[in-house]
């Protein structure tokens, strides 16, 4: 069996650790911090003396040597060239949110431990110094308003048990006024369509209730936008996955990410079910009311 190897990077403070420990949990053989120079003598240990070991995961943070971060699609397309099936996961969040967790933890951010920056600037410069990753990653996750089970969840669903040379399909609602989700390959703007919040009525309901679904189905200009964002997905997924890609993420974005997007979604992972093996849906917005809820709940 060919080895297959995850390489786990991204911004400090994002979870990395916790995706990592999650591979492990689904059998990866797991190793913290590797330098990316030694992508190659670390396959060329385990296939000559831990073969049973095809199942690696590693992860590679920004204290490597600036050159070496620069190298690594070189590493990337080394290993690629002697059949080992790789895939890179890079985790993200927003600056702001990154802040949060170090003051609430009081951690050191690894930048500041040598240089005089400011926590604010470390978290910034990473960003930077881990570009040459981030563009190659097969998968982004942002996990700005994820919680570590949520996390933990998507790692076994996404990475652990996704099949080689499989597509992922993910289809994600969110809300314009939280911004646009850094993990989307694509975005489509469903502002333009009639808004369910405006009628008292619907104000509390989402988009998977049969009141909403009801209203919005009712106008023509909804029915034309899913139409529409059908033919252009249909026209151009046998593109993405000429590329090789094994993961897709399709963001459907409204005013709250509520109503129409929370709709829209479910209406296209319903589509595309039948054409592709694995499909998921999320719904950014739907999370963050449902995490705060039980949050008030559990203190009260």
């Known amino acids: 069996m060919a080895m ?66 620069e190298r690594f699609p070189e590493h990337l397309e080394a290993l690629s060239t002697r059949g080992i099936h790789c895939r890179v996961v890079y985790l993200t969040a927003d600056s702001r949110v990154l802040l949060e967790r170090y003051a609430g933890t009081r951690r050191r951010h690894p930048l500041t431990r040598e240089t005089q920056m400011t926590l604010a600037e470390a978290i910034e410069a990473e960003h930077v110094f881990l570009s040459p990753i981030r563009n190659t990653a097969d998968l982004v996750i942002d996990t700005s308003s994820q919680s570590v089970h949520d996390l933990r969840r998507r790692i076994a669903e996404q990475v652990a048990r996704h099949a080689v040379n499989e597509l992922t399909l993910t ?91 929370v709709y829209l979604t479910e209406q296209l992972g319903e589509h595309f079910a039948g054409q592709f093996p694995a499909v998921r849906i999320r719904h950014r917005e739907l999370t963050i009311q449902r995490a705060v809820s039980e949050a008030g709940d559990a203190s009260a």
């Not at 492990?24 to 330098?35: T, V, W």
């Open 4 to 69: 297959e190897l995850v390489i786990v990077s991204g911004r400090s403070g994002s979870g990395k650790s916790i995706a990592l420990q999650a591979l492990e949990d689904q059998g990866f053989y797991a190793i913290d911090n590797l330098p990316a120079m030694l992508l190659s003598a670390l396959i060329d240990e385990l296939e000559a003396g831990s073969p049973h070991r095809n199942r690696v995961a590693v992860s590679i943070d920004a204290r490597n040597l600036p050159s070496e971060l």
């Open 171 to 261: 289809f994600e609602s969110f809300g314009f006024k939280r911004g646009v989700p850094l993990d989307a390959d694509m975005v489509f703007d469903v502002r333009c369509l009639p808004n369910p919040y405006w009628d008292p009525r619907y104000r509390t309901q989402t988009g998977q209730d049969s009141d909403v679904i009801a209203f919005l189905e009712a106008h023509d200009e909804v029915k034309a936008m899913f139409d529409d964002i059908c033919q252009w997905l249909e026209r151009w997924m046998p593109s993405y996955l000429a590329s090789h890609r094994s993961y897709l993420t399709v963001a459907i974005g409204c005013t709250g990410g509520q109503h129409r997007s």
